[in-house]
Nanobody
Framework: QVQLVESGGGLVQPGGSLRLSCAAS????????MGWFRQAPGKQRELVAR??????TNYADSVKGRFTISRPNAKNTYLQMNSLKPEDTAVYYC???????????WGQGTQVTVSS
């Protein structure tokens, strides 16, 4: 069993930066992927970034060059978001999954609003 807690969301102006944090607790031995999803009103939930236990990363095309995911240890991940745009406004969720499984555990979400 894994529990995830996100933090770091808030209101920021276009061009600004935020860093989201996610901390996992519980039984983390089976965690292979840690990732960040987002969902804006009226839009599908999308995978923003993910990172494996070995440090392999993937990003959505819409955030490449602006967002960076990191994982300093097995149970923490961060999403550094730079050059934020209004279209980045969404609820951001941390999630984890095993090597051969779907995303199985989710945090409660943190709101990111990019607006003047």
């Amino acid at each position: 069993q894994v529990q995830l807690v996100e933090s770091g969301g808030g209101l920021v102006q276009p061009g600004g930066s935020l860093r989201l944090s996610c901390a996992a607790s519980g039984s983390i031995f089976s965690i292979y992927n840690m990732g960040w999803f987002r969902q804006a009103p009226g839009k599908q939930r999308e995978l923003v970034a993910r990172i494996t236990t070995g440090g392999t990363t993937n990003y959505a095309d819409s955030v490449k060059g602006r967002f960076t995911i990191s994982r300093p240890n097995a149970k923490n991940t961060y999403l550094q978001m730079n050059s934020l745009k209004p279209e980045d406004t969404a609820v951001y969720y941390c999630a984890v999954g095993g090597i051969g499984t779907s995303w199985t555990y989710w945090g409660q979400g943190t709101q990111v609003t990019v607006s003047s």
